[in-house]
């Protein structure tokens, strides 16, 4: 088939102004201004494939990024079927599934992996793999500097002295981290700041919980800006004097963050745009992978996404095609920018700007209906949104505005709604969604229809369920064998994993103490401590590396035996060694331990990247076998239990293995190849809980050849763990990969899940002052209307609005005002209904007692009215 034909059949089906997107020249940046459902992904991905199909561009540097994990799901789905097309040439189909989509985020993790263990610490300040803040750990933090500086006095607001001396104590401490390193590790072993922040209460408009969100804001933009925070240490009183309130709380933060090593989502943007300056692997990573950019949802991106976007393009000098609707920029308290878009030509000189204005999803009621809301903003690029020509422009039924007296009525009408949609008008129950502005609001919805026995689902309409029995035959794991496997295994996996989490894990005492037990019994409790003291004395260092100087200077730490002469204390303590120094034995101690140790690590250098964990096991074992003290003490490691070890880590081998495939699979795209099985390993290799995965990695990182640490540095992370976890929760932990099925299911949603999705019957409930528009929100009202907007602009052939005057809150009733959207809508394409609340319940009471009376009758008979 010859390019033109294929061109032709990629295009089918297009609008001419969708056409001449796909088709637009590649010289010039490519923005496609969209309204809803204009189909810019449609078109977005038909470009990409119009480009590897006509210029020739190797589909795997075609690029496509968004903003939200559903959307790259979408956008990949679309991509497959593009990739079945009728009459699309085998090479193209095939080639189409190696295009790439990403979120910026993913892509931004990406070009971290790329970095050196070097680099990482120069650059970034963070030792690898960080983990990332929880936001509520954020916002703990933020308060906490916050409240520090307010404390003694701020409160008098004008009191500026006050508050400068408690700025001051803070900054004092800042100084000061570093040196508290206990205090801060009690702290992050305590978990002090995974504490929850109150955000539940959406609807109170508290000051401080405005301050420290506006303060979060604060901190995003600056790392948006890549503005670092003061180093308090180095700045003179007069200057630390000067500094604003949150020139500290974001020093205070970025401190801790170090502190944890942990980094942040505007982090996961802003290190690979500091890297691709300062790193040549990662500009060789990103200039491999990228020839072609398509960025999604466009309107959603942010300072810190627009430079690293500009950062991609620099270093690349690909070609750059956005889409995006500024009036479905939602995103605002995620620093969103929608006037990138109006300013799209200051940011990407000389663009091309193609308007798809055309929406193929609505009635067109609901189309005219919205666009008239959506005029009410001033900040937007003006466009009318326009129906196919052959759509009649007043097709459908017009938006509904319900009214209620209590958010009761309106749940039970709503209930009411939904079944007469399914039972007399044979919607499934996935055609129909229920959209809030907030998701607490939601909660009684939910109760209020499940009640009525009708399923629910997320956004996504889809439920978690166990693997497939497929998967499982595929692991050929029989529950009795790995019952009986676990319980041996558990007896002999303490001495084994010991040694393992030594090699993993250097510098932590506890592990330390751990491998002792196993194979150097006879070290004592004040011989770890000693260790650890003279590790911590030398700046941190490994704790293996200071039992080895410990044994290469014996006159120094241990006392020699007895009928020896040895060197004075004084004159040891004054060559750096203990002043009290150790019972001889505990110098054959050490060297059991060292000997134990390098005998594993020789064995994992050797190895290297081809390494499983079960050759580990299986190499401590043998280690364990060999050690001097396990001839004279036999601690029931019986053959059986051993090799029952190293079955369930081969059967925790699989799985970590095949949750990356199954994720590989659910992604389809890459699959197959050992690149794709290795990304899918790394996902799936990030242990959550684990406090001390960022020095296990660094130790483990600085054991092996640099060629191997990426190989199999995670996956080995994520088997130890969970194996940890199987031995400590029992076989049923082995079992526990799920993945997302599809239900038929009512959508129950808030607006920003629901974005980009759509739905046959769309209602939005809870239209009052104070949810919708938000009254605790910064004044963004266009940002609400927005988000009213793309809650209506959901739906594909009706759209039902509603608003109660009163709703009950615990013992209080609170009064609403209905929301000042409502007003805004047009007349001539909605009916207002005022829904009472006698008239919804007696229709219930009759429709109830005529199903108790005729069920049969009841299922063919026309839906009454009831208002
Ligand atoms: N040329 C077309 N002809 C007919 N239907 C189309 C055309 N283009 C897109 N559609 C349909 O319109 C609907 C909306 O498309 P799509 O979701 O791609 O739009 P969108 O611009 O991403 O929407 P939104 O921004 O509102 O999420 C889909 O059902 C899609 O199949």
Redesign the pocket.
Known sequence: MDTNTTVQALCA???AA?VAAVRAPLDRPLLLV??????????LVTRMAYLVAAERLPAERALLVTFSRTAVE?AKE?LLQLSRTPGMPPALSRALLQCRVRTLHGLGRELLRAASFGEWERVCGRVPVPRRVEAAERLAIIREAMELCEQQGTNTGAGANGGRESERSVLEMIAATAAAANTDDARIANNEFSETVDLTDERGNTERRRAVLQMSHDIAERKAALVAPVDVSTLSPEARARLHLNDIVYAYYERWLQQLNCIDYDDMIAMPRKLLGASAPVRQRLQRGVAALFV??FQDTSTAQLRLLQAILRHTGAHLCA?G?DD?SIYGWRNAQPAFMTEFHTHFPNPHRIF?T????STGQIVRCSDGLIRHNRQRIRKAMVL?EDAPADGGEPVRVHRYATAADEDADLARQLQQLHQQHGARWRDMAVLCRLSKPLEAVRAALQARDIPLAGADQAKTVARSAAVDAALRIDDQRRESAWAAAAASARPVLALIELLVNERDVKMMSCACAAFAPEMHALTRACIAREAQRAGGEALMQTVRRMIRHPERYFRPPRGVRGVAEEEAAAHGGLSMRLAPNQLSACKALAQAYEALRAHAREHGARISLSQLVAAAQDVARRAPHQQRHRHGDSEYGGRALRNLCQNVEREVATAALEQIDEEGVGGGDDAALFRGLMRVAHPPTAPTTAFQNATLAANLPADDRRHWLLPLSAMLHKLHQVLQDGPAALHRTRRREAVDAVAVSTIHNA????WRYVFVVRLVEGICPLSVWFGEIEEERRLLY?AM??A?HRCTLSAAYEEETGDSTESNQPSRFLAELKAAHCVLEQRRKGVVESEERRLAAQAARKPKRLRCQAAAPTS
């Open positions: 089906g297009l609008s969708q969209a309204c809803p459902g204009a189909g810019k992904t449609r078109t979408e679309r999604d949802e889409a609707d479905q798809l055309c929406n193929h999803r196919p974005k980009g999705k759509q793309v602009t959901r594909m």
